[in-house]
């Protein structure tokens, strides 16, 4: 099946930029979401069909994709984006969903 | 609004089963799928299965096939998931999740609580 590769943890300091990978063969032909989740709660979907913000969701975070590489960025990172964060792509050929690994953002 | 309201923690022996509701509320249940994702302690989030509760129709991951089943009730518009020979490595969040479109390929835009299923090993 489809794999989806992510970096563990990312670290950024306050105001900076995060970007977090998501690798996968051929990727960018695929349409990639990307979902937010804070320890003890259920995941939030942030971006969407690649560079899509869901209402309510900052214009700090935004999204690409091309090639064999996804990529999330959150600008002007705060305290609060500090959660784990999953690609997610639709693998039609099996019907099925695939997550990435997940990658834990720290805001330093 | 919309919810997703999940059933409650269970402590299951390995071996049984477990059965965990889903009861939706704010949309029209019909129109849309829902989707079933796990996530064992400290770990990822993985993709259990779909079940459409127009037609009842589902899709299994491959991993999954021929554990669980996934049903529903339009009537009290709930859904479910049974997973049968419990292991300890089973034991996991079990989260509902809605679709934004009802059609496949698109992501979930709402989630249920989550369901703890502890499997003592």
């Known amino acids: 099946s489809y794999v989806l590769t992510q970096p563990p943890s990312v670290s950024v300091a306050p105001g900076e930029t995060a970007r977090i990978t998501c690798g996968g063969i051929n990727i960018g032909a695929r349409n990639v979401h990307w979902y937010q989740q804070k320890p003890g709660q259920a995941p939030i979907l942030v971006i969407y069909y690649d560079s899509e913000r869901p209402s309510g969701i900052p214009e700090r975070f935004s999204g690409s994709n091309s090639g064999n590489t996804a990529t999330l960025t959150i600008s002007r990172a705060e305290a609060g984006d500090e959660a784990d964060y999953y690609c997610?792509?639709?693998?039609?050929?099996?019907?099925?969903?695939?997550f990435g690994s997940g990658t834990k953002l720290t805001v330093l | 609004q919309v919810q997703l309201v999940q059933s409650g923690a269970e402590v299951k022996k390995p071996g049984a089963s477990v059965k965990i509701s889903c009861k939706a509320s704010?949309?029209?249940?019909?129109?849309?799928?829902l989707h079933w994702v796990r996530q064992a302690p400290g770990q990822g989030l993985e993709w259990m299965g779909i079940?459409?509760?127009?037609?009842?129709?589902?899709q299994y991951a491959q991993k999954f096939q021929g554990r669980i089943t996934l049903t529903g009730d339009t009537s009290t518009s709930t859904a479910y998931m049974e997973m049968s020979s419990l292991r300890s490595d089973d034991t996991a969040t079990y989260f509902c999740?809605?679709?934004?479109?009802?059609?496949?390929?698109?992501?979930?835009?709402?989630w249920g609580q989550g369901t703890l299923v502890t499997v003592p090993s």
């Open positions: 704010g949309y029209t249940f019909t129109n849309y799928h």
């Open positions: 997610q792509v639709w693998e039609s050929s099996s019907d099925h969903f695939v």
């Open positions: 079940y459409s509760p127009s037609g009842g129709n589902t």
């Open positions: 999740a809605k679709d934004v479109a009802g059609s496949r390929g698109y992501p979930f835009d709402y």
